[in-house]
């Protein structure tokens, strides 16, 4: 399985940026996507899962009613729509796979498999 992030950039606070995330490979049913990111000198975090289904969902706290993670199966594609930017949500992003996983919180070591990072970068 490969993952393959996109869609990163620089944009002033206040402004948006939509990831995605295609999958290729021997990818089958019912796994979990899920986005993380990694600021300058931090820990790799998970802020967004989202299962096969997309009915069940997680967000980490600070990016609750910002950010809007979806996915379409048929494209083998994941998205993370980001609105409202801050300066704070300066990272390298990436994204990450799950088998038989659900939209819950993970830890970095719990993925399968992971995507090339892709860098955001919010300007004040």
């Known amino acids: 399985v490969q993952l393959q992030a996109s869609g990163g950039g620089l944009v002033q606070a206040g402004g948006s940026l939509r990831l995605s995330c295609a999958a290729s490979g021997r990818t089958t049913a019912n796994y979990a996507m899920g986005w993380f990111r990694q600021g300058p000198g931090k820990e790799r975090v998970n802020i967004a899962t989202?299962?096969?289904?997309?009915?069940?969902?997680y967000y980490e706290d600070s990016v609750k009613g910002r950010f809007t993670i979806s996915r379409d199966n048929a494209k083998k594609t994941s998205y993370l729509q980001m609105n409202s930017l801050k300066p704070e949500d300066t990272a390298v992003y990436y994204c990450?796979?799950?088998?038989?996983?659900?939209?819950?919180?993970?830890?970095?070591?719990?993925?399968?498999?992971w995507g090339t990072g892709t860098q955001v970068t919010v300007s004040s």
């Open positions: 990450a796979l799950r088998w038989g996983g659900s939209g819950t919180y993970y830890s970095p070591g719990a993925m399968n498999y």
């Open positions: 989202i299962n096969w289904s997309g009915t069940n969902i």
